[in-house]
């Protein structure tokens, strides 16, 4: 299948592949060749891209995902490969999100917001080191 993943910074991903994984925001969605179309939204978690016995993974922090036929078009806010990943800048992003949701246990600031940025430094962070 052809498959795209492209942010509003450009194409994170082009290219053929057996097989597509993602978390939307209702669970996980495997897309093999032949897929029924479909457009939903996508949950922040990683991209799993199979092609033979090689899956390559990538961060992503929501979106869209289009399946036609024998092509796959993610949208998203936001697609990191590992190697793009600075993991040093995710791990303070991390621990600026688990101070957040500390402080806003105490004095009732943002906790969505602060949960979010959890999740995404610790998918990014999970993607690099996979």
Known sequence: MQTNVVTPDGSVFDGQVNMVSVKTINGELG?????????????IGAIRLKKDKDVRLIALSGGFIEVRQDEVNILAESAELPSDIDITRARAAKERAERRLEEAKRDNIDFRRAELALKRALNRLDVAQN
Not at 31 to 43: D, E, K, M, S
């Open 31 to 43: 897309i093999l060749p032949n897929h029924l179309p479909l457009v939903t939204p996508l949950a």
